[in-house]
């Protein structure tokens, strides 16, 4: 069974930088897809990036692009989200997600919640 473990939120100021963290668990790591979904107060969850765990091709909303990084350890099942230049608009809970195709939506962890004061 697949499991999925957030860390690395937080309350920053805009223009600051932020690292999230995902621990993945799955006896087909290296065939999976593992992103970031993020729902802001009163909005629908939109895709922020993911990452193709066999290869590490990557993939970024506009939103994000240039300012975030997605990248993976492969060793420690782990994948990160590199989050700089933060806006107030990047506020939102942000859930790490995994699956076998893009975007991963099959499975989803707690969230972990992002604040960026102005």
């Known amino acids: 069974q697949v499991q999925l473990q957030e860390s690395g939120g937080g309350l920053v100021q805009a223009g600051e930088s932020l690292r999230l963290s995902c621990t993945i668990s799955?006896?087909?790591?290296?065939?999976?897809?593992a992103g970031w979904f993020r729902q802001a107060p009163g909005k629908e969850r939109e895709f922020v990036a993911a990452i193709r765990q066999s290869n590490g091709y990557t993939y970024y909303a506009d939103s994000v692009k240039g300012r975030f990084t997605i990248s993976r350890n492969r060793a420690e099942n782990t994948m990160y989200l590199q989050m700089n230049s933060l806006e107030p608009e990047d506020t939102a809970v942000y859930y790490c997600t995994g699956g076998s195709r893009y975007p991963p939506r099959e499975i989803w962890g707690q969230g972990t919640q992002v604040t960026v004061s102005s």
């Open positions: 799955t006896r087909t790591y290296s065939s999976y897809i």
